[in-house]
C-alpha cells in the first residue's frame, strides 16, 4: 500500500481575502443594479410622464398587429378606455377605403426593417371620423430582429377641415367674382329688355290682350331682377345697406308678388306695436319670397298664415336650440296647408340642391336661410305631413327709438302739373306712364354709359318720355360735353350718369367735376350695383337722385321729373 500524501496546508489568511474580494465584488455589483433599477425607474417615470402628457397618439403592437400598449392621448381621441383597446388589432377602425395601404405600412415596417409614413381616416367610438398622419416604425431586438410595431400619429382632422375651408373659400372668391360680371352682363340685356318691354306697353295701351301679355312678362322679369340681386350677393363680407322698417311693410311686396294670380291668400294676425325691424329690405324680401314659393307649391288652395310674437333675451335662455345671440328678436311664423315634409327629408331641407320636387334646383331655402343669417337671425322647420308646414324666421329688433314710419317715404314723390299723374310708389309691375306735355323747349338730358346697347334703348325710352338726349361712352366725354354746353350756354338739364366704368372714368368721380364746372349741376347716378355707398346715400357723394337697372319706364320718369322740378 503506498504511502498516502499529506494534505497541502491552506493558507487561510489567502483564503479569507479572496473571499473579502469576491464579497466587495458582489457588493458593488448588486449596489450597480440598485442604482441601474433607481435609472430605470426614473427613465421609466419619465417616460410615463412624456407619453401620458405627449399629445402625440402612440399604439405598440406585436407583430400580428394586436395592441400592447397606448398611450392616453390615444385613447382620448379614439373614445375608448386602455382596456377596451388592450389585444385589439390596431387597424381596426381604419375606414375601408384606407385600411389597404394602412397594412401595407404595417407588413413594410416588419419585413422591411423601415418606417412608412401615411394618413388615413379612423372611427371614433361616436361613430365619427377622425383624420390621422401616422408614421409606423419597426422595433428590434439584440439580434436585429423585430419584435414589434410602434405608430405614432397625429390628429390633423382639424388641419384637414381648415385647409378644405380655405380652399373652398378661394373657390367661392373666384366663383364670385365670374358671377358678379356675369350678373353685370344679365342687368345689361335685362335693362334693354325693359325699356323696349315698357315703350311696348306704353304704345298699345295697358287693356288690350296683347298689354295683358306684357304684364305677365313684366313679372317674370322682375323675378329676373331678383335672381340678379342674389348674384350680385354672392360676394362674402358684402357690406349690404340697412333700413329700418315695420314687419307688415317689409312683407307686402314679396308675399303679394308670390300669390298674386293664384287660389291661395294670406292672412296676417300680428299684435299691436310690434317692434321695427333694421333689415337688407332687398335680402329679406327674397328669403320671403323663396320660403312662400316653396309653401304655395305645396298647396293647390286655402291659406297661408303669417303670425309674429317679440322673443326677449329671457325667453331666447330657454331655447338653447336656437343658434342666436342673446338679443330681442322678432319670431315670424309662416304657416301653409301643404302636404308637409317627410320626416327623414326635414333635417335635410336647407342643404343646397336638395330638393323632393321633380324640377326645382333646391336653393330656395338654403338662399332663404343664408340671408336671415346674415342678418343676424335664423329659420326653424317644423313639418306635419298631410298637415303643413310652420316656418320660424328669427328676425332681431331694431335698436333705439321706434320711428314713425311715412309709406310714401319710400317713393320720389311726382311733382303736381299739368299733364303727370302723382302715382306714389312705383314698380316694375305698374301700369302705364303718362306722356309729359311740356310747352315750348324740350328738357335736356346728358346720358352716359359705356354699353352701346344702353345708350340706345334708354335713349328711346327718354325720347318717348319726351325729352332731348345727349349721349357718351364715360366720364371724361360727359365732362367734356357738359363743359361745352356750359360755354354755349346751352346746358343740360339733368346728367345721368352710369356710376362703374370698367375701362374708363364713372360717374362716382365725373361728378366731382361737373359740380366744380356748374354747382347747380343736376346729377342722377345710375347702377345695377343696389349695394354701391353711392346709391345708398347719394347726397353724400354729390348726386341729386339715383336710379337702379334695369330701369322702369315710370321710375325713369318720375325721377328725372322730380330733380328738374326740385329747386337748387
Known amino acids: 500500500m503506498p504511502p498516502v500524501s499529506p494534505a497541502p496546508a491552506i493558507d487561510l489568511q489567502a483564503e479569507v481575502i479572496k473571499l473579502r474580494e469576491k464579497v466587495e465584488k458582489y457588493r458593488h455589483s448588486l449596489q450597480q443594479w440598485a442604482q441601474a433599477e433607481v435609472d430605470w425607474n426614473g427613465q421609466r417615470r419619465l ?38 383597446l388592450a389585444g385589439t388589432f390596431v387597424l381596426t377602425e381604419v375606414h375601408p377605403d384606407d385600411q389597404a395601404r394602412a397594412i401595407e405600412a404595417m407588413n413594410h415596417a416588419i419585413q422591411q426593417g423601415a418606417s412608412r409614413k401615411l394618413e388615413y381616416r379612423v372611427q371614433q367610438k361616436g361613430g365619427t371620423w377622425a383624420t390621422f398622419a401616422t408614421e409606423t416604425f419597426p422595433i428590434t431586438n439584440t439580434d436585429g430582429k423585430v419584435e414589434s410595431v410602434l405608430l405614432i400619429s397625429h390628429d390633423i382632422t382639424e388641419n384637414k377641415r381648415l385647409a378644405e ?35 311696348a306697353k306704353n304704345l298699345n295701351g295697358p287693356h288690350n290682350a296683347i298689354a295683358i301679355r306684357l304684364s305677365e312678362i ?9 335672381l340678379i340681386e342674389q348674384m350680385f350677393s354672392i360676394s362674402p363680407g358684402q357690406a349690404q345697406p340697412k333700413v329700418r322698417m315695420t314687419l307688415e311693410k317689409a312683407l307686402e311686396e314679396p308675399v303679394a308678388s308670390v300669390l298674386r294670380g293664384t287660389m291661395v291668400r294670406a292672412e296676417y294676425l300680428f299684435p299691436r306695436n310690434l317692434p321695427e325691424l333694421e333689415i337688407d329690405a332687398e335680402a329679406f324680401a327674397h328669403a320671403i319670397r323663396n320660403i312662400v314659393t316653396n309653401s304655395l ?3 293647390d288652395k286655402g291659406v297661408i298664415r303669417f303670425t309674429a310674437e317679440t322673443m326677449s333675451r329671457e325667453h331666447l335662455s330657454n331655447r338653447p336650440d336656437l343658434p342666436l345671440k342673446a338679443d330681442e328678436y322678432i319670431c315670424l311664423r309662416i304657416q301653409d296647408q301643404g302636404h308637409g315634409i317627410a320626416e327623414k327629408a326635414l333635417p335635410r331641407v336647407f342643404e343646397p340642391y336638395f330638393t323632393t320636387r321633380k324640377g326645382s334646383q333646391g ?13 343676424g337671425g335664423t329659420v326653424l322647420i317644423d313639418s306635419t305631413p298631410g298637415v303643413g308646414t310652420i316656418v320660424s324666421i328669427y328676425i ?45 323747349q324740350k328738357k335736356r338730358i346728358l346720358l352716359m354709359d359705356d354699353e352701346q346697347m344702353i345708350l340706345d334703348i334708354v335713349s328711346r325710352m327718354l325720347g318717348h318720355l319726351g325729352y332731348d338726349v345727349t349721349t357718351c361712352t364715360d366720364g371724361s366725354q360727359a365732362i367734356a360735353a357738359f363743359s361745352k354746353a356750359k360755354a354755349h350756354s346751352e346746358t343740360f338739364d339733368v346728367v345721368m350718369m352710369d356710376l362703374v366704368i370698367p375701362n374708363g372714368v364713372g360717374g362716382e368721380d365725373a361728378v366731382k367735376t361737373i359740380k366744380k364746372i356748374d354747382p347747380n349741376a343736376k346729377v342722377i347716378a345710375s347702377s345695377g350695383h343696389l349695394d354701391h355707398p353711392v346709391m345708398t346715400d347719394h347726397n353724400k357723394f354729390g348726386f341729386n337722385a339715383v336710379l337702379e337697372k334695369p330701369y322702369k319706364l315710370e321710375k325713369l320718369q318720375q325721377v328725372i321729373e322730380t330733380v328738374i322740378n326740385t329747386p337748387v
Not at 417616460?47 to 390615444?74: H, K, Q
Not at 340685356?189 to 325693359?194: F, M
Not at 313684366?218 to 331678383?226: F, H, K, P, V, Y
Open 47 to 84: 417616460f410615463e410622464l412624456m407619453t401620458e402628457n405627449i399629445s402625440d397618439l402612440i399604439v405598440l403592437t406585436n407583430c400580428e398587429g394586436n395592441r400592447l400598449w397606448s398611450n392616453p392621448a390615444y385613447g382620448r381621441v379614439m373614445g375608448f378606455q386602455a382596456e377596451e
Open 165 to 199: 375651408e380655405l380652399s373652398m373659400a378661394s373657390t367661392e372668391a373666384t366663383a364670385s367674382t365670374m358671377v358678379e360680371a356675369m350678373a353685370h352682363d344679365f342687368d345689361q340685356i335685362l335693362t334693354n329688355v325693359v325699356g323696349n318691354l315698357t315703350i
Open 218 to 226: 313684366e313679372r317674370s322679369l322682375q323675378r329676373a331682377r331678383d
Open 297 to 299: 307649391q305645396a298647396m
Open 363 to 375: 336653393l330656395g331655402l338654403s338662399r332663404a336661410l343664408s340671408s336671415v343669417q346674415r342678418m
Open 396 to 440: 332681431p329688433t331694431a335698436k333705439g327709438e321706434r320711428a314713425t314710419f311715412d309709406p310714401a317715404a319710400t317713393a320720389v314723390p311726382l311733382p303736381t302739373r299739368p299733364g303727370i299723374t302723382r302715382t306714389g310708389s312705383v314698380s316694375l309691375r305698374t301700369g302705364t306712364v303718362s306722356l309729359p306735355k311740356v310747352g315750348g
